[in-house]
Structures are given as C-alpha cells and as structure tokens.
C-alpha cells in the first residue's frame, strides 16, 4: 500500500459534473467525478445517484409467544421483475425529515395498528450504496396482543393496502430460506432476532414408549 494513500477522502474525490436526470418521488442524478486509487492514478467515473431519502423499520417480538410482525403489500417493482408483487417485509418508512424513531412509532401504528413504547436501535445500513443514498435505521420492538389497537392498513391516500402479519419466528427464518420472505430488511431483523432477541427452542420430549 502507497505510504503517501490520503486518508481524507476529500483528498480522493473531484466532483467534474452532476446533472439532474429526474425529480419525482426521488432525485435522479448523474455525475462524473475523478477517483484517486489505491495506487495513486487519477481515474475519471460516471455514477447515476438515486436520492430517495433516509428511512427506518423495525421487528416487533413476543418473545413469551415467539412471534414477530411483519407486514404484505404490493410492490410494482417485484411485480416488473418477477410477477411476485405482494412482498412480506419489515415494517418501515421515510423519515420526512422527522427523528428515526419518532417517524417508525408513527410508521406502525399506521400500517399495523400496534401502539408501542420502548423501542430500541439496533443498527444503521446504507441499503444499496453503489446507486442509492438511502441509509436506514433499524430498530426492535417488544409488543403483545392488548397493543393493537387500531386496524392498521397504512394511508389509502398514498396507495397503501397493507395486511399485518404475525409469524412464529422460527417460521419466519424458514420463509427465508424458501425464499417467501425476500425483502431485504426483513431478513435482517429477523436473522438479528434469532441471534438476540429469541432463546432456542426446547426440544420436544417423545411420549415414552
């Protein structure tokens, strides 16, 4: 490794051009820039940037019944890809400019009908960083039946027809490897939830002969 490698990466960056492509739900845009290498050449790259805001999601759990939330709903572009439309995924939203964990309280309530208190962050990942500036704050909550109290199904307004979901967890990890469950967010709450949130199974006892 070059001794004189910058640490600074505004050392690494010249930003040549960005030109905005589209402004719709998000902000389209596509730069140029030269990147400085690891071994000291000057390289010239186009990126498209997707600028769609920052959001959160949360699980919420039972560990008393070994349940989790999650919720289903349309999405146009799993449909396009796949004809597989109706997704189970983590719950989760935009944060507006709202706190991350003021905005996913309001979230839930919103899409599942679940008022809950004493949530707590987990951890924080950009999504997909090669094209989208999207960072997500991800967050658990605990919750049992009495905390519904609305109906849920997100905001009709904005084409939001969600159904609440309520899985055993060790069924959840299996959706995953059958590929039911393939929302990425989800995947990672739940495989959290199994490592800190969830005590193993007992095993079953067999009746004695």
Not at 189 to 199: E, I, N, S, V
């Amino acid at each position: 490794m070059p001794s004189d490698r910058p640490h600074n990466l505004a050392d690494r960056v010249r930003l040549r051009a960005e030109a905005l492509l589209a402004a719709g739900w998000g902000r389209l845009t596509k730069v140029t820039f030269d990147w400085r290498r690891s071994d000291g050449r000057w390289q010239t790259l186009t990126r498209e940037v997707y600028d769609v805001g920052n959001g959160a999601a949360i699980l919420l759990y039972d560990p008393a019944r070994r349940t989790v939330v999650l919720v289903r709903q349309f999405r146009y572009p799993a449909f396009a890809e796949s004809g597989d439309g109706l997704v189970l995924e983590a719950i989760a939203g935009k944060l507006d400019a709202a706190h991350p964990e003021a905005r996913i309280i309001a979230e839930t309530e919103e899409e599942t009908g679940y008022r809950i208190t004493g949530i707590r962050p987990v951890f924080s990942a950009y999504m997909s960083p090669g094209a989208l500036t999207e960072k997500l704050f991800f967050f658990v909550a605990r919750y049992t039946p009495a905390d519904r109290v609305a109906p849920g199904g997100g905001c009709p307004g904005e084409g939001e027809d969600i159904e609440t979901v309520e899985l055993d967890i060790d069924d959840a990890l299996r959706r995953i490897e059958t590929g039911e469950i393939h929302d990425a967010k989800a995947i990672m709450l739940l495989h959290y939830a199994a490592l800190h949130l969830f005590p193993p199974a007992a095993p079953r006892q067999e009746p004695s002969p």
